[in-house]
């Protein structure tokens, strides 16, 4: 038989979850010979065997990879051979030069749980099992090469039964670097509010407090989550009064889908992320009942955010709650357990990650904690995602589960380090074809999250082995994120570009969907400061790689108290009944608000103007009643887009809206016909009905001037659901291609992906 012999290099995430011992037992399988190995790009093999073995052998790399693994390119090429192989070998790594990927943090796998719920297995109820496919990876790796040497792990010593299936390659365990056993990992502790031991099984415990309505603070793969009882109305009221959050949304967690049964609407698509290894917070359209059953998680929303365990230590809780069953099979059952499960960290602060920290930023919010030796080495939230009607998924917040997952790029250009804005920001790091956003960091109004961001940065450049060339940033000077971009671009004697807030945003859909332009990017979000120095945020753009025209905007509204207009939508109420010639009408309307007669007496002069779709979202609101003051950001367009879903389908008024020859688009009469509506509910699905047609109108106008026909949309406000999916709807009938984000926030957590894209092309081109 004649011996054929090739050389095979794959790119991607291929290190650190179990490809070279898969490649190892498929060679085997197939009677091939060879070696394969670690490099600094990715992994390389050669394998030397019959043809038909080895066209096998390339087809099932790919169809039979590693759940974790995730295989962007992989080559093949014949090559001579001098000796032939004898064996098959897995060779010592090469890493020099590294351009390798790091794998993001992932959920116990099944083979896992099933030791961790079988009495007979020595890792019984160990609350660190994991194998080459699943647990930590990001949260713990220093630097590369993804050695155990380089992880948290590096001060447990392996015991002799954990060294004998790291070193065999047949195992499922080999160089599973996290890989350890209650005689030789971490263990947990459950400490209480003064940071002394409690005795006793620290599973039990920690589940009989959260019986008792106790709050537990409990170290996960990414930093603390602070859990109470989810069915407990007190125990919930309790934790958002000690953590300063009256009304923003809660996530819960509970054993299966079966147990969200009565609690939340889960269709397949929603089903198979909440399954999905990542396991992010999905999500779901609440039942009649959820709100009885759950009180106080997500006051006046339509939705509700659910996850699924994804560590040992969350998965034993449910099973003492079970009453410690054998086997895996009560995972299929329903189960009553309900857990609060939100980030633990004070009001706006990064979230906590150390022991030491725990106990001492939590203080007064834990009534006790669960904590355990193995340190996390960068921080990282819960991802957060919506499943749309065609089951595509938009995410909210991408962190766990996702960082650091590169996005593929159209072209290979210099690496670029932006560093994104303000709110919810996230920075981005290129390198070669790829981008990486970094995990959730926050506003960059506390020195803590400041110093996130520059960690976070200095984190990923080691990690993937990158020294940027380019540094990007928001226009608005003041920011910090701009300033430590002039920094450190000034440091490494790079360029340093501006990249204007609203061009990032529709930057980032054709950085994620690989489109070229030009395109016409409506970019509708809550504020972002515009070329001529005033407060954007409705932009209508045709965007061409690094050049950006504004073709139109919606009418500027009045902002009355500027920043506090954005907090108080009874004010952007106040700011259309103006607009309208009604101010006569505000210190009545809104008398409950101390502040209306004063407002009236502002708005009678000029005040600060914005384009902002948010503020009009608010001014809605404001008009119908629905938020008079938001406790978090959002809430009234939320509120209201819940109130127009329960509604229902509104066809629209024509005559609502006008569009000038200037291409300013202006909705005075939508608000005026708000403002005299008397259902809320209807004056929520009018609005949307109106403001889909409308922007559909608009782009179908613009479409028609410039010959540009396809769209791609951009901003905080594309969270919307009803927006999102009626404006896309309303463009396939005028034959508009329609784009936005999907994988990436499409608020400012995907910003930074923008400012980098539109820094490389203005380097290419200066």
Not at 277 to 299: C, E, F, H, N, Y
Not at 442 to 462: F, K, Q
Not at 468 to 497: E, G, N, Y
Not at 598 to 604: E, Q, R
Request: hydrophobic fraction near 45%; charged fraction near 20%; glycine fraction near 8%.
């Amino acid at each position: 038989m004649t011996m054929q012999r090739q050389r095979l290099t794959v790119r991607g995430v291929v290190q650190g979850v179990g490809f070279r011992p898969f490649v190892y037992r498929l060679a085997h399988e197939l009677a091939l010979n060879g070696w394969v190995r670690n490099d600094g790009r990715g992994v390389t093999l050669e394998v030397e065997g019959a043809p038909a073995c080895l066209a096998q052998f390339g087809h099932r790399l790919r169809s039979d990879a590693p759940p974790l693994a995730r295989i962007d390119h992989l080559d093949a090429i014949a090559i001579a051979a001098s000796q032939p192989f004898v064996d098959f070998r897995i060779l010592h790594s090469e890493m020099a030069g590294s351009e390798a990927a790091i794998g993001a943090d992932s959920c116990i796998c099944p083979a896992c749980l099933a030791e961790l719920f079988d009495p007979a297995n020595r890792r019984y109820r160990y609350a660190f099992t994991n194998c080459t496919d699943c647990g930590p990876r990001y949260s713990l790796v220093s630097r590369l090469p993804y050695d155990r040497a380089n992880t948290s792990m590096a001060p447990f010593i392996q015991c002799a039964c954990c060294q004998s299936e790291y070193a065999d390659p047949m195992h499922r365990r080999f160089h599973a670097e996290p890989n350890a056993c209650p005689d030789c990992g971490p263990c947990l502790q459950l400490l209480d509010a003064a940071g002394v031991p409690i005795a006793g099984d620290a599973i039990a415990q920690t589940l009989a407090l959260i019986g008792q309505g106790g709050i537990v603070a409990i170290k996960g793969l990414g930093g603390f989550h602070l859990v109470c009882d989810a069915r407990n109305a007190t125990a919930v009221a309790t934790l958002r009064a000690r953590k300063d959050r009256e009304e923003k949304p809660l996530a819960v967690m509970v054993a299966n889908t079966a147990s969200l049964a009565d609690l939340a609407e889960v269709g397949t698509a929603e089903r198979e992320w909440l399954e999905s290894a990542a396991r992010p917070i999905v999500l779901l359209k609440k039942t009649a009942s959820t709100d009885r059953q759950l009180a106080g998680i997500a006051p006046q929303l339509a939705s509700i955010g659910a996850l699924l365990p994804y560590t040992p230590i969350h998965y034993l809780l449910f099973h003492e709650a079970a009453g410690r069953p054998a086997g895996t099979a009560w995972l299929a059952q329903p189960q009553s357990l309900a857990l609060v499960m939100t980030s633990a960290n004070p009001h706006g602060e990064p979230l906590v990650i150390g022991n030491d920290e725990a106990l001492t930023e939590l203080a007064g919010i834990a009534d006790a904690f669960l904590i355990h030796q193995r340190d996390i080495v960068i921080r990282c939230d819960d991802s957060v995602l919506r499943v749309d009607a065609q089951g595509t998924p938009q995410f909210i917040r991408r962190a766990r589960g996702y960082t650091p997952r590169a996005v593929p790029l159209a072209i290979t250009a210099a690496p670029a380090l932006a560093l994104g804005s303000f709110f919810k920001n996230a920075l981005c790091l290129t390198r070669g074809d790829q981008a990486f956003l970094s995990q959730y960091i926050g506003d960059m109004d506390r020195v803590t999250n400041c110093r996130a961001l520059e960690a976070a940065a200095a984190h990923l450049m080691h990690l993937l082995n990158v020294q940027p060339q380019i540094v990007a940033h928001d226009r608005h000077p003041d920011f910090f994120s701009t300033q430590l971009a002039l920094r450190l671009a000034a440091q490494w004697q790079v360029p340093c570009i501006a990249v204007q807030h609203h061009h990032a945003h529709i930057a980032a859909v054709l950085a994620e969907h690989r489109l070229a332009g030009p395109v016409l990017g409506l970019a509708l979000d809550g504020v972002g400061l515009g070329d001529d120095g005033t407060a954007w945020g409705g932009e209508l753009l045709r965007v061409d790689g690094a050049d950006c025209q504004r073709l139109g905007h919606l009418r500027p509204i009045a902002m009355p108290g500027a920043d506090q207009a954005a907090r108080e939508p009874w004010r952007m109420g106040a700011a259309a009944l103006a607009m309208l010639g009604r101010g006569d009408e505000i210190a009545t309307r809104f008398a409950a608000q101390k502040g209306a007669p004063l407002i009236a007496h502002l708005l009678a002069r000029p005040q600060p103007l914005t384009s902002s779709m948010g503020r009009y979202f608010d001014a809605a609101a404001g008009l119908l009643g629905i938020a008079s003051v938001m406790s978090f950001d959002a809430q009234a367009a939320m509120q209201l887009e819940g109130l127009a879903a329960q509604y229902g389908a509104c066809p629209p008024e024509d005559d609502l809206y006008r569009i000038d020859e200037r291409m300013q688009l202006d909705l005075s009469p939508l608000l005026a016909r708000l403002a005299d509506c008397g259902d809320p509910a209807y004056g929520a699905a009018l609005f949307h009905a109106v403001l889909v047609d409308a922007l559909a109108n608009w782009l179908d106008v613009a479409a028609a001037r410039s010959g540009v026909r396809t769209v791609a949309g951009g901003g905080g406000c594309f969270l919307n659901a009803l927006l999102r999916g009626g404006l896309q709807d309303a463009l396939a009938r005028r034959g508009l291609a329609f784009y936005t984000s999907q994988g990436v926030p499409c608020g400012d957590g995907g910003l930074a992906l923008g400012q980098a894209w539109v820094a490389q092309r203005t380097v290419a081109c200066a």
